[in-house]
């Protein structure tokens, strides 16, 4: 397939001022007539292309005259007018399968119920139509159905019209008063059940709000509309946004390819993403309800009312977006630990997607499938560089520069740079080294080293920064890079003074500084320092980049328990407990894993911080808890994931039996009986109790797992459920081995009607990392719990397992050490001709085959030739495979 330039952009032939559908669904095929008004917004056109795919054309007259054939064609799919005139109106009828629709694209049927997807280019699948973003357009749209399978018909915008037709059949007509991109198009026709509230905008508004799912999900809806009505105050409070319909819906369908999607006032979700209840959710899917229900309604201001000019502008909308939900959900619980929960996820897996071979810049200026695009890159990378902005702004700053951009903007298609610009305005900073952050992919490296004079008292910091090549571009141009930081003394904080600073100019908050690197090196001198300082650099995560700096062990000692900056006291725990793992890992490779103890510092951190007062249950749970594999591996030259796995696993177990009592503590004043509530303090409480349990379970005695058991047993909630039951299965003990099978049978008989849950007992078993790892998740395919076509239920398995499962992944079967990347190449193969985009996303683990020895890297490239070489390959893996060969 072909790539598409951003530097070939160019403005839209035609606008399309009115859309009017007429959408008739019948069972197994429905017919979509559209009327579309056109006016040419240029000089001539000699031919005008309309997007089609998978369309039977039944019908086609412009102005109320049927076409003759040389007045159009059929071409790939496109519908191709000629010679069309300045203004018309489109009419034509199409016949679609929905039924028969696998991509989730488009109109498609999940379980009973029909619904859309149109981002990006779904709606051509609906209807001929200029399908691209630039094209707003004001949407009515009538939907007829049989009145028993589809009672519900719902649409864009305000219900104008509804009744009922001959032989059982009715209909209802919405209208979208606000003018969109049709990718923002959304319609949903069957059985629903509706959970109603309502909210009272800033400006008396009264907006009516409704949550749709299957009845039997009904008691599983509070949690969304509670996190509803909070994004709804929290946008207005912090960004001035009211919103603007006076109805606001949500339908949960259990088939979808991603979390949710934002159609103007008529939000479709994954069942993952908005059903919740104490005892089946766990709290981290109550979490990422409250993120993605807030999410898409922010959309509504950053996406919809202000959309992107062409798909190139992704992050336009989403790097803003998660910017948004990440700033409220730190505001409804902890921003520390959500800070740190982000910045893992960045680390691990965005980073790794910035040295790979499909890394791109937050603006990509090509892509073949832009499916493949809705990347943590364009999401997260995109919502630090926000971040990024909005901190060099400050908050009343970056409220101006908003307020500017979406008044400025408002009803516009725009891209990043107007975005900027409007920051740019209202504070008068030159951001044109800071652009480069859309335009250049990869992780920058930062090396600082420091300097001490005790004579003159200044302290020296040296910055350089480095940025490795990748695909689009091998030489880079510096960054900006904002570096919060301050410096820490043998007595605490040291008050801050840089050599050119005058003293009238120092901020009240005097320990605390955000240095710019704007250049390759740069130096920062501090003057009247008392003493040699630990230097606590990038506060808070503060760009996203490696820092490379010598601190030694005792350093980290002293920013762990002392340094004001949770975020940092959480870092130089993981740079501790990192060192530790390489030491672990060297005394492997010399044959000395047996004789290893690891180094006393890191569990004397462990020991105080487990005593401190008022620290934070979850800041307390994710020091203790060692870096991931995944994350570990980012930081190796050559990748081992088996080493890894030992090295890791060796200290875990050390720190286990060492901490056996304050962790146990832990569990034993741990209240089984506290009723649910996904407070943040709550789910700190579990988290660490959660934490403990899994140390303990490594290498338990009888006792600890009669007590894991018990809670277990006893658990009056799916966090406490789930994690007991995971550390049963996850521990190597045999006392834990002997039950593990029963207690997995048991948990499945009690929820296997409950899909979410489910999904979540098919991951803990696809993440298992005991041996055995690829028999196990060939087992669970065949279990009648797998559907093979539910993107939900192919994540829990096969995502999970090549994602989440290093050891077994690349450690294959004994048979066959490349079972696991023959496992995952089959499922690609099988699910490339029915679910492209879900397939193409399976892929990424193999595309980073250059990361391994020459074995590995071998094995798992030759995978990859395998894909590339199935006939009829979709362009979506096509485009993957081909660029990471
Ligand atoms: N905008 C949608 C993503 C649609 C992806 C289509 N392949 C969800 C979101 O980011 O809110
Ligand atoms: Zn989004």
């Known amino acids: 397939s072909d790539t598409v330039y951003l530097k070939d952009y160019q403005s839209p032939a035609y606008a399309i001022e009115k859309t009017d559908l007429d959408v008739a669904i019948y069972p197994g095929e429905s017919f979509v007539e559209a009327r579309l008004q056109l006016v040419r917004q240029s000089g001539l056109v000699s031919e005008l292309a309309l997007d089609g795919e998978q369309l039977e054309l039944l019908a086609i007259e412009i102005n109320s005259q ?208 908005v059903l919740a209840k104490p005892e089946t959710t766990t709290d981290a899917g109550f979490q990422r309800v409250e993120g993605v229900v807030a999410h898409e309604y922010f959309h509504n201001w950053s996406g919809n009312r202000v959309t992107c000019r062409d798909w190139f502008q992704l992050s336009l909308k989403e790097g803003f977006t998660v910017y948004r939900d990440a700033e409220f959900s730190a505001d409804m619980g902890s921003p520390t630990v959500k800070r740190v929960e982000d910045v893992a996820m960045l680390r691990t897996h965005q980073f790794a997607e910035d040295a790979g071979p499909m890394a791109h810049p937050i603006r990509p200026a090509s892509y073949m499938e832009i499916s493949n695009f809705y990347t943590l890159t364009i999401y997260e990378k995109g919502a630090e560089v926000v971040r990024m902005l909005a901190n060099l702004l400050g908050p009343e700053l970056f409220r101006k520069g908003t307020d500017l951009y979406f008044e400025r903007h408002d009803g516009q298609a725009v891209t990043t740079e107007d975005f900027v610009q409007a920051l740019a305005d209202v504070s008068g900073r030159d951001f044109s080294v800071f652009q480069r952050w859309y335009n250049q992919a990869g992780t920058p490296q930062l090396e600082v080293r420091d300097e001490y004079d005790e004579n003159t008292r200044e302290y020296t910091l040296h910055i350089t920064q480095s940025t490795p090549a990748t695909p689009e571009c091998a030489d880079k141009q510096p960054f900006h890079i904002p570096i919060a930081m301050g410096l820490l003394g043998d007595a605490g904080e040291i008050a801050l003074k840089l050599r050119d600073e005058e003293l009238e100019d120092l901020p009240t908050d005097n320990t605390h500084r955000v240095l710019e690197l704007t250049e390759q090196a740069q130096s920062f001198v501090f003057t009247d320092v008392p003493e040699k300082p630990v230097p606590s650099l990038l506060r808070g995560f503060s760009a996203p980049v490696k820092l490379k700096f010598a601190y030694s062990r005792d350093d980290l000692v002293r920013l762990a328990l002392r340094d004001s900056d949770g975020f940092n006291r959480y870092e130089a725990c993981q740079r501790l407990a990192l060192g530790v793992i390489e030491d672990a890992l060297a005394a492997d490779s010399g044959g000395e894993l047996n004789n290893f103890t690891p180094d006393e510092r890191l569990l004397a951190v462990y020991q105080q911080l487990l005593q401190e007062e008022g620290l934070d249950r979850a800041m307390l749970a994710y020091m203790l808890l060692l870096p991931s594999e995944g994350f570990i591996a980012e930081q190796q030259s050559v990748i081992d994931p088996i080493a890894i796995h030992r090295a890791r696993g060796e200290v875990a177990g050390y720190i286990a039996k060492a901490l056996h009592k304050p962790l146990l503590a832990v569990l034993e004043n741990y209240d089984l009986r506290k009723p649910y509530k996904p407070t943040a303090v709550d789910i700190a409480a579990r988290l660490l109790k959660n934490t403990a349990l899994e140390f303990l379970m490594r290498e338990p005695d009888q006792a600890v797992v009669d007590l894991c058991v018990k809670h277990l047993q006893q658990a009056n909630n799916m966090t406490d459920e789930l994690a007991s039951l995971t550390a049963l299965v996850n521990s190597r003990s045999p006392l834990a081995a002997d039950i593990a099978p029963q207690k997995l049978a048991d948990f499945y008989a009690k929820w296997q009607d409950e899909s979410l849950v489910v999904n979540a007992w098919l991951a803990l078993q696809a993440r298992n990392a005991n041996p055995g790892g690829v028999e196990r998740v060939e087992a669970l395919l065949a279990h009648p719990a797998f559907e093979a076509n539910n993107p939900n239920k192919i994540r829990s398995v096969v995502g999970v397992f090549a994602n989440a499962n290093p050891v077994n992944f690349h450690g294959g079967t004994d048979a066959d050490p490349e079972a696991g990347y023959r496992f995952l190449a089959d499922q690609v193969i099988a699910l490339d001709s029915k679910n492209p985009q879900i397939a193409a996303r399976l892929i990424t683990p193999l595309t980073r085959w250059r990361r391994y020895d020459k074995q590995r890297g071998g094995a798992m490239r030759g995978q990859l030739e395998r894909i590339k070489h199935t006939p009829g390959l979709s362009s979506d893996s096509n485009e993957i495979v081909s660029k990471s060969l």
């Open 66 to 273: 049927s076409l003759s054939k040389d007045q159009y064609r059929l071409d790939d799919g496109k519908l191709v007018l000629i010679e069309p005139p300045e203004r018309f109106e489109l009419y034509t009828k199409v016949r679609i399968q929905p039924e028969q629709n696998t991509s989730l694209e488009g109109l498609y049927r999940s379980r009973t119920i029909y619904c859309t997807q149109c981002e990006a280019e779904g709606f051509r699948k609906i209807t001929y139509y200029l399908d691209r973003p630039d094209v707003m357009s004001d949407f009515t749209t009538r939907i007829s159905a049989a009145k028993s399978e589809c009672p519900i018909l719902l649409a864009n915008g305000n219900l104008v019209e509804q009744g009922d037709l001959t032989d059982g059949r009715h209909y209802a007509v919405w209208h979208d008063p606000h003018k969109k991109p049709c990718y923002l198009f959304a319609l949903v026709a069957g059985d629903l059940s509706v959970m109603e509230d309502h909210f009272v905008t800033a400006s008396g508004r009264n907006v009516d709000l409704k949550i749709y799912v299957e009845e039997k999900d009904l008691d599983k809806c509070d949690h969304a509309m509670a996190s509803l009505k909070n994004a709804m105050r929290w946008d207005e409070e912090v960004y001035g946004r009211e919103y603007d319909l006076d109805i606001f819906m949500i339908v949960a369908v259990d088939d979808f390819n991603m979390g949710a999607m934002e159609n103007k006032g008529l939000n479709i979700f994954n069942t993952s993403c």
